[in-house]
Antibody
Framework: QVKLQESGPGLVKPSGTLSLTCVVS?????????WSWVRQPPGKGLEWIGE???????IYNPSLKSRVTISLDKSKSQFSLKLNSVTAADTAVYYC???????????????????WGQGVLVTVSS | DIQMTQSPSSLSASVGDRVTITCRAS??????LNWYQQKPGKAPKLLIY???NLQSGVPSRFSGSGSGTEFTLTISSLQPEDFATYSC????????FGQGTKVEIK
């Protein structure tokens, strides 16, 4: 059973940098998965932030791309999120998740988030 | 960017009701559509992947259908533990979630 655990400061000042880490256990971070960050502002829907492949390749949400960096540390079995120039609009619960692909019908290889961390609330406030 | 639109945004239903939630994509996404259930204060839980495949351990009263731009999630007989928010998500190009549908007790 794969487990993911987020950690990081719960309070960040406006214009500062939000930094979170997700530790992966129960499975190898080097497997052919993407490792993702998703956030949810209070009372709102889920927003995909971006993800990193085991090779180090990254893809980001275009609306956040200029402010986001996701990195991978295989030796510590963890991946990290940095979001800079934060404002109150970045206040949210931040989740890490595994983005898995399997062979499915018709020769397709769908991707889906099968394991999630419990989430961490990050508040942007002075 | 691919936009995902769910309808309705919320609904009220009774235990035993059949419930259907619709998700529309702004362009064709083949079958690259997943459904999640989320309860307050909890992480989302995968229900359906690739439009119609039931995730292991998910009750068979949940089903998904569709392809291209229109998809549905059906709960055949709503149970007390099913009152939650349901979100669709595409994985055809990057990743995008729908805004969610809250299923409330009538």
């Amino acid at each position: 059973q794969v487990k993911l655990q987020e950690s990081g400061p719960g309070l960040v000042k406006p214009s500062g940098t939000l930094s979170l880490t997700c530790v992966v256990s129960g499975g190898s971070i080097s497997n052919s998965n993407w490792w993702s960050w998703v956030r949810q502002p209070p009372g709102k829907g889920l927003e995909w932030i971006g993800e990193i492949y085991h090779s180090g390749s990254t893809i980001y949400n275009p609306s956040l791309k200029s402010r986001v960096t996701i990195s991978l540390d295989k030796s510590k079995s963890q991946f990290s999120l940095k979001l800079n120039s934060v404002t109150a609009a970045d206040t949210a619960v931040y989740y890490c998740a595994r983005d898995l692909s399997i062979a499915a019908a018709g020769g397709t290889f769908p991707w889906f988030f099968d394991f999630w961390g419990q989430g961490v609330l990050v508040t942007v406030s002075s | 960017d691919i936009q995902m639109t769910q309808s309705p945004s919320s609904l009220s239903a009774s235990v035993g009701d059949r419930v259907t939630i619709t998700c529309r994509a702004s362009q064709s996404i083949s079958i690259y559509l997943n459904w999640y259930q989320q309860k307050p204060g909890k992480a989302p839980k995968l229900l359906i992947y690739a439009a119609s495949n039931l995730q292991s351990g998910v009750p068979s009263r949940f089903s998904g259908s569709g392809s291209g731009t229109e998809f549905t999630l059906t709960i055949s007989s709503l149970q007390p533990e099913d009152f939650a928010t349901y979100s669709c998500q595409q994985s055809y190009n990057a990743r995008t979630f729908g805004q969610g549908t809250k299923v409330e007790i009538k």
